[in-house]
């Protein structure tokens, strides 16, 4: 792999650009693999590359039925923050958030993370009183979250309306400054080039038909589009699709796939700085650095593989952007389109062993995994080496479903998240 | 936003409804019998099919009467109310 730096960008630039090296390469699959991960979104690629960098487990192969970072990784809106309530939830967001703060430096890739500032909104003395709590969890574990006045809260957001005769007035905020968003295609790319030059195996256009066990009920081979491939270790990192591959593994899962919408406007000059959220009034809202206004809507409310959405909940998460930020009432939007999310019953992901000996699940991360991709992988990538959990990742097993130790971070928060 | 056949009041906009999850899991009779596994299955567990679901629907801003459906999960199209 060639480094990228400020020389190689001058060399490349004296020979025009031409001879810019493949970022990854397109390998044929091979017979047998220490290890397969299907799905090719950040989670997994970043999966593969922590077994690979921290584990040195280097014959592996990522599955990818589309193009890799083609699903929710590409489709978010990439906000990265790690303000939740619970225990088990904090240590797990802020894993991810201390991994992306040098991201970039260690995958020798742009991930452009932009810790400008996760705010959110409140608007009734139930969001005063939840996000105060919040803000108390946050600072026991040492994480980052400050309570705000109307005041403070527009002048960390200058366009945003504290109007007190509004429909929904802004009573105060919650901010956690090392929030922010990053680049989501580049941090699959980065994951992708990282991974490829440790000898893993990204293989796009392969989709999994079958998971096959052995006499003893272990994993044995996966039958793909492009063949039968032998392993004993099978990561399953699909989102959205997850309960139709584990289908084929003969697991059910306590997951639903919903689809979820986000949508951009007309590019405009830099005129919010931070990210805004509101979960009494659901909208997310952030700016792009090509100056596009990002815009998260809610779920529809059946389950559904389609990727697309009702237009109401769209119109709906607009017409609370506008009440909030009057001056966005004459943007036009651009694009709108929807992903697959997998959502489980408390709103927190699973991570862990299946029933199946050699068959690990990384799943459930609903509306909000794309903030967690470097700690997920990297907790995931310790499960699946050693056979044993992280620390981390531990109490967010399947089994908690059947003990009944949920990490509710759906009732904490009232709405998706 | 779906057009769905109310059984009761015909077609109407999908904003008339609440989404009731998957149909026809019943209530173990007896949960205290139950096994932990059996009774997560029951609360947690879901088909969640990429095809023919089998579905509950209230027409809570209409005649407020559950009824059943069939929908495919990838076009959305429903089969059958």
């Known amino acids: ?417 | 936003m779906l057009l769905i056949h109310c059984p009761y009041c015909g077609p109407r906009p999908e904003i008339e409804f609440r989404g009731g999850g998957e149909a026809h899991i019943a209530r173990p009779a007896d949960p205290s019998q139950l096994s932990d596994d059996r009774w997560a299955s029951f609360l947690f567990f879901r088909n969640n099919p990429k095809g023919r679901h089998a579905e509950r629907w209230l027409h809570i801003h209409g005649c407020q009467r559950w009824f059943n459906a069939v929908r495919d999960t990838v076009s959305d199209r429903f089969e059958k109310t």
């Open chain 1, 1 to 417: 792999m060639t480094k990228y730096s400020i020389l190689s960008l001058v060399r490349n630039a004296f020979s025009t650009h031409r001879h810019w090296q493949r970022a990854w390469r397109n390998p044929e699959p091979k017979a047998a693999y220490d290890a397969v991960i299907v799905g090719g979104g950040g989670h997994g690629l970043a999966t593969a590359y922590y077994l690979a960098a921290e584990h040195g487990m280097r014959h592996i192969a990522v599955l990818e039925k589309g193009w890799i970072g083609g699903g929710n990784t590409g489709r978010n809106t990439t906000i990265i923050r790690s303000n939740y309530l619970y225990d088990e939830s904090i240590q797990l967001y802020d894993h991810a958030v201390k991994l992306w703060a040098n991201l970039s430096q260690v995958l020798n890739y742009n991930v452009m993370y932009s810790p400008r500032g996760v705010m959110m909104l409140a608007h009734n003395t139930h969001d005063v009183q939840s996000f105060k709590r919040h803000i108390y969890a946050n600072r026991l574990h040492g994480v980052d979250n400050e309570w705000l006045t109307p005041q403070e809260a527009r002048a960390f957001c200058p366009p945003l309306s504290i109007d007190p005769g509004a429909r929904y007035p802004i009573v105060g905020a919650a901010l956690q400054r090392r929030g922010g968003v990053a680049r989501h295609d580049a941090v699959a790319w980065g994951y992708a080039r990282g991974a490829d030059a440790l000898g893993v195996d990204i293989i796009q256009n392969c989709e999994v038909l079958d998971i096959r066990t052995d006499n003893s009920g272990a994993v044995e081979r996966v039958e793909t589009t492009r063949g039968t491939i032998r392993t004993q270790k099978v990561g399953v990192v699909a989102a959205g699709h997850t309960s139709v591959v584990m289908g084929r593994a003969g697991l059910r899962m306590p997951l639903e796939s919903f689809p979820l919408q986000a949508l951009v406007s007309e590019p405009v000059k830099p005129i919010l700085p931070c990210v805004v959220m509101s979960n009494t009034v659901h909208a997310y809202i952030s700016q792009s650095d090509k100056g596009e206004l990002v815009i998260g809507a809610g779920t529809d409310q059946y389950i559904s593989y389609s990727q697309t959405g009702g237009l109401h909940i769209a119109t709906h998460t607009l017409e609370a952007i506008c009440e909030l930020f009057p001056m966005f009432t004459r943007l036009r939007m651009l694009r709108n389109w929807g992903g697959i999310v997998d959502v489980t019953p408390d709103r927190s992901p699973i991570i862990g062993k299946t029933p199946v000996k050699g068959l690990y699940v990384n799943c459930g991360w609903g509306t909000g995994g794309f903030k967690a991709t470097p700690g997920s992988g990297h907790v995931f990538a310790h499960t699946m080496a050693m056979d044993e959990c992280h620390p981390i990742n531990a109490p967010f097993t399947l089994e908690r479903f059947v003990t009944g130790r949920l990490i509710d971070e759906a009732a904490a928060a009232a709405v998706a998240h």
